[in-house]
């Protein structure tokens, strides 16, 4: 249980992002996705854009990958890949629409974290069904994510990979509807679970916060969090609340332009996590060029 005596403590993080040059809705791969419903690309920009200097006056790292013409997507970087102790793993797209971002991604981690990169063989998008926390990753699968595939996560990481059912297609990555707050602290949506995965879930983070379904539509669990700040959407105000009741300091960002693609602020970052045996400190890394955008 969380002790208000020792405060919530924040480790500088290192992210990749992909600005929203090329964003729109052209397709419907989700339930939130209506090609039909106007999107205003500047205001989506705008929105990314302070989404990346809210992660920079944090103190976390912020590094940008080329933005592709073609793929309007790929603005959501949790699904190119899952970099855990230093190891990293691209992603294989569910539908054609999304399916080249793999190989930018891919090449953009085998240059900058893992030049083992790895490349998968089964369905898995990453990040956005990948959810590391203490030892083990979530998996999501039902939706986006082959089942089989947690397997091969599994292997690659060498770590445990715990199975977890999506039943609500509007829930359709496991990071829309479970957040990691630090090693051992979730916030979820357990009617988008499975009753075995619910169990599972409860029995593993007997602590867990439980978002209200108005806050889970409003993407509220799609947040970042670093240890103590948790970016999440302005909308979510319950969940907020609850998690600065537990210690946690809400930091809210308005993506209404990206939510009409099914994304918040955790679709837009990937995080890229040091091995351990890895002594520099993120925030110590001088800036990049990249870094100057
Ligand atoms: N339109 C994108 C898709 O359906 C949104 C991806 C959101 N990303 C995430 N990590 N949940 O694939």
């Not at 990979?161 to 979820?188: E, F, M, N």
């Not at 209404?256 to 520099?280: F, H, I, Q, V, Y």
Request: some cysteine; aromatic content about 6%; proline content about 8%.
């Amino acid at each position: 249980m969380f002790d208000a005596a020792r405060p919530r403590t924040a480790t500088p993080r290192r992210y990749l992002m992909c600005p929203p040059t090329h964003f729109a809705v052209t397709y419907a791969i989700n339930p939130w996705m209506d090609p039909s419903v106007p999107v205003d690309a500047e205001l989506a920009m705008r929105q990314w854009t302070t989404l990346r200097d809210t992660y920079r006056a944090l103190g976390h790292r912020v590094e940008l990958i080329e933005p592709i013409a073609g793929l309007p997507d790929m603005v959501f970087a949790a699904n190119g890949g899952l970099v855990v102790d230093g190891r990293a793993l691209g992603a294989r797209f569910h539908g054609p629409e999304r399916a080249p971002e793999a190989d930018a991604y891919v090449a953009w981690l085998a240059s900058h974290v893992d030049a083992r990169a790895h490349r998968p063989v089964r369905v898995m998008e990453a990040e956005g069904d990948l959810l590391a926390i203490g030892e083990v990753v979530l998996a999501g699968h039902g939706f986006r994510t082959e089942r089989a595939a947690h397997e091969e996560v599994a292997e690659v990481l060498d770590r445990e990979v715990v199975s977890l059912q999506l039943v609500d297609p509007r829930y359709y990555h496991l990071d829309t509807c479970l957040a990691v707050l630090d090693d051992t602290t979730i916030a979820w949506l357990p009617a988008a679970f499975a009753p075995p995965a619910q169990a599972e879930l409860r029995r593993r983070f007997p602590d867990g916060i439980e978002a209200s379904a108005a806050d889970a539509a409003a993407l509220g669990l799609n947040a970042v969090s670093d240890g103590r700040h948790v970016v999440l959407a302005a909308e979510a105000t319950a969940l907020a609340d609850a998690l600065e009741v537990r210690g946690f300091t809400p930091v809210p960002v308005e993506l209404s332009e990206l939510r009409k693609a099914g994304g918040g602020p955790k679709c837009c970052t990937m995080e890229l996590r040091a091995a351990a045996s890895d002594t520099s400190v993120p925030g110590d890394i001088p800036d990049t060029e990249e870094q100057a955008a």
